[in-house]
């Protein structure tokens, strides 16, 4: 079964830090771009970040200096490790893959960052 869990959201106080896994299974997230969205309440989904097939890391503007993304081929995750949190960075938070026509979202774990 091709399919992607999120999990590690929570509550923190503004300046913390939280971890996010997404656990694949059915495909490799080595040899794939694997990419991290979130979505506040009331917003549109928004990018975060991206983990090319060939190492490159991505990350939005907000995001930048804050947010790692990697991964661990061999057991199919990817994480998205957060630092220094703001309560703007609130949303829920998502594992995405596309390739060609197909395209993937797991359920999404919360995040909340409170002040």
């Known amino acids: 079964q091709v399919q992607l869990v999120e999990s590690g959201g929570g509550s923190v106080q503004a300046g913390g830090s939280l971890g996010l896994t997404c656990q694949a299974s059915?495909?490799?997230?080595?040899?794939?771009?694997m990419h991290w969205y979130r979505q506040a309440p009331g917003k549109e989904r928004e990018f975060v970040a991206t983990i090319t097939r060939n190492e490159g890391k991505i990350y939005a503007d907000p995001v930048k200096g804050r947010f790692t993304v990697s991964r661990d081929g061999a057991k199919r995750r990817v994480f998205l490790q957060m630092n220094n949190l703001k309560p703007e960075d609130t949303a829920v938070y998502y594992c995405h893959f596309v390739r060609g026509t197909f395209t993937l979202w797991g359920q999404g774990t919360q995040v909340t960052v409170s002040s």
């Open positions: 059915g495909f490799s997230v080595n040899v794939n771009d």
